[in-house]
């Protein structure tokens, strides 16, 4: 195992020939740390940066600035093989002519390990990839979830201080992606490694990740655990970002009356009273971005003071109802466990639990913060 610190890390591309653009970095000013045997999702939409964080940790990009260590060694000039991590590429990038057994044995090989501790090794790691009965096969023989488990055993054979995993499910079905990820975290509990993912799969992060590293057009957003990026997130793009159905981000406007402060939507009658903590940061007049989980959109029942509105939407997921709702000129999504059937055009009462809101910057995204 072994301490990954990421100091002010920058990476600009070669752009020579090509129109200047304002922010042409790929990764900017990333700082972060994971402790020994952490497993830390790396997350974040196509193009943010998040691949080429893992190709500068893993030596296959040079650094523009700033610094990487891999336990107390500054590793920013050492190659790849000098770095002791093991890295399973999104693509399995198995050699077709090999069996798994001699796929997982090539890097050993490599290093002219002997083959009988190379046995003991691949002895030791295919029964907890669940490989051990396919070793004679060669990569045209297994599926999806076999490959990317071989590719895994790949890289963990070598004992790496460091488990670099890019994208290792995105070529796999849902129930495999279901099924490899309780096998990762397994996997990861048992040989005690110190493991980076990257992935563009919030859900993939949130299960797997013991902290989170949330990135945006190279940069840091967030840096915490699922909880905390869930509950607490510090900007408008990651709480827009997180969550599935994603969070309700409305621009609402404060008003004032008898005392009282209310969020209401434009062209619409509903309004949601300002729960009393925002009082300190909310005036009349003031327009605001205001984040509501699904969950915390309620149906209210005939005796509810909740404002009437329109089903635009419903379905039915089985395990939960999801209903759209037309607010003036954007939508509000809500889901529910409840046993409950809508059609288009259905009237019902809206409430919202106010007290789980989440006030953001109109101009600037970042969360409104009240002490």
């Keep these: 195992m072994a301490k990954l610190t990421l100091k002010n890390v920058f990476k600009r591309y070669d752009n020579s020939g ?13 700082s972060f740390e994971c402790v020994d045997g952490e497993f830390v999702g790396i997350l974040g939409p196509s193009g943010c940066g998040k691949t080429t964080t893992l190709r500068m940790i893993a030596g296959l ?3 523009t600035g700033g610094d990487i260590c891999i336990g107390e060694s500054r590793v920013n000039d050492l190659p790849p093989k000098d770095r002791h991590i093991g890295l399973a590429f999104e693509d399995y990038a198995l050699y077709p002519p090999l069996t798994v057994y001699d796929n997982i044995a090539f890097n050993l090989r490599a290093k002219n390990v002997s083959e009988s501790e190379i046995q003991k090794e691949i002895s030791r790691i295919a029964p907890l990839l669940k490989v051990d009965d396919i070793l004679e096969y060669k990569p045209v023989a297994l599926s999806g979830g076999q490959k990317q488990r071989v590719n895994i055993a790949r890289a963990i054979v070598r004992k790496p201080k460091l488990l670099l995993l890019d994208e290792p499910l995105s070529h796999l079905d849902g129930k495999m992606r279901q099924v490899l990820r309780t096998e990762i975290k397994r996997l990861h ?11 563009h799969d919030q859900l993939e992060a949130m299960s797997l990740a013991d902290r989170i590293v949330i990135m945006k057009d190279g940069q840091l957003q967030q840096f915490g655990t699922p909880l905390e990026v869930y509950d607490d997130p510090v900007n408008e793009f990651v709480a827009g970002f997180i969550g599935e159905p994603p969070m309700n981000i409305m621009t609402v406007k404060i008003s ?4 009282e402060f209310f969020f209401d939507f434009a062209n619409s009658d509903v309004r949601i009273s300002v729960p009393k903590r925002y009082y300190p940061v909310v005036k009349e007049g003031m327009s605001v971005r205001l984040g509501v989980r699904p969950t915390d959109v309620l149906i209210g029942d005939e005796n509810s003071k909740g404002s009437k509105v329109k089903v635009a939407v419903f379905e039915n997921l089985g395990e939960e109802r999801r209903v759209s709702i037309r607010v003036g000129d954007e939508y509000l999504n809500l889901t529910t466990a409840e046993e409950i059937r809508y059609k288009a055009g259905d009237t019902i009462k809206l409430e919202v639990n106010a007290e789980k809101t989440h006030l953001f910057d109109i101009n600037t995204g970042d969360r409104i913060r009240v002490k």
């Design 189 to 199: 509990k048992e040989i005690k490694c110190t493991t980076i993912i990257v992935t």
């Design 256 to 259: 004032k009356q008898e005392g």
């Design 18 to 30: 090509k129109k200047k653009v304002k922010n042409d970095y790929a990764v900017k000013e990333l």
């Design 61 to 63: 990009e040079d650094i």
